[in-house]
């Protein structure tokens, strides 16, 4: 993967973000600074394997899976560079939970650091958006964060108030597909005019997609006509731990 504008420079002295050992790789943007030994590299858990270019849930060639093929999302594409797994799940935590800042920063840097922008670049990017009464608890939208990131070094404008959350629906990570898709209906809303517009959505993680399907929907009743999920990692079954 190469990143024209990302700066990779070998600097021993700065310690492994996840071990503390001695690191090999440290990658420097506008908004973060990382660095990584060799092997807390490799074991992070890639996701290079096949799969549908939808959802991003495994297939083989990268073939449309059954889902999709059956009851398409909204969205249009998923990029996806890592599993939900081990260690990403403990960093996501304590980015969320407990404003750690460097984990956040470890996590939207080794998005940049796996994925390819698409082709064409989205006209546009929006940030999965959080209900009101989270934001307050929490502080700050995670995926907000991560968006700015992406902002800085794929350049899409980043929209901060294109769409909002209009039910705080808990985590709902056990219910079934068809009742958290239930619950989701008129989650969200926008009050943008996105004719014609390619959207890129980032969010954390894909689980269901439910989230990711209905906002996506919404921008496309709105007007948008492709949508593209650019998520920090993807559930999958095996994965969930
Ligand atoms: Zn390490
Ligand atoms: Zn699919």
Redesign the pocket.
């Known amino acids: 993967m190469h990143f024209s504008s990302l700066k990779r420079v070998w600097q021993a002295a700065l310690?492994?973000?996840?071990?503390?050992?001695?690191?090999s790789t440290h990658t420097q943007t506008a908004h973060i600074s990382i660095s990584?030994?060799?092997?807390?590299?490799a074991?992070l858990p890639w996701y290079r394997s096949a799969r549908c270019p939808q959802c991003a849930l495994p297939t083989g060639n990268n073939a449309y899976c059954g889902i999709c093929l059956q009851h398409a999302p909204a969205f249009d594409h998923t990029l996806a560079s890592l599993r939900y797994a081990f260690p990403l799940n403990r960093l996501l935590h304590q980015f969320k939970y407990q404003q750690d800042l460097a984990a956040g920063a470890l996590l939207s840097g080794l998005l940049l650091q796996a994925t390819e922008p698409p082709a064409v670049l989205p006209d546009s990017m929006i940030a999965m958006p959080m209900h009101a009464h989270r934001l307050q608890q929490r502080g700050f939208n995670h995926a907000l964060e991560i968006a700015k990131v992406i902002q800085s070094e794929w350049k899409i404008p980043l929209i901060t108030d294109g769409c909002s959350r209009l039910t705080d629906t808990p985590t709902q990570a056990r219910l079934d597909l068809k009742t958290r898709i239930l619950s989701l209906r008129s989650a969200f809303a926008t009050e943008k005019n996105w004719q014609g517009k390619h959207v890129l959505i980032v969010d954390d993680v894909m689980t269901t997609g439910a989230s990711m399907h209905a906002l996506a929907k919404t921008i496309k009743r709105a007007g948008a006509r492709q949508v593209t999920a650019l998520v920090l990692a993807r559930t999958l079954k095996e994965a969930i731990d």
Do not use: V
């Not at 310690?15 to 690191?23: A, E, I, T, W």
């Not at 990584?36 to 590299?41: D, G, K, N, P, S």
């Open positions: 310690p492994c973000m996840l071990c503390g050992g001695r690191s990584l030994c060799h092997a807390c590299h074991d």
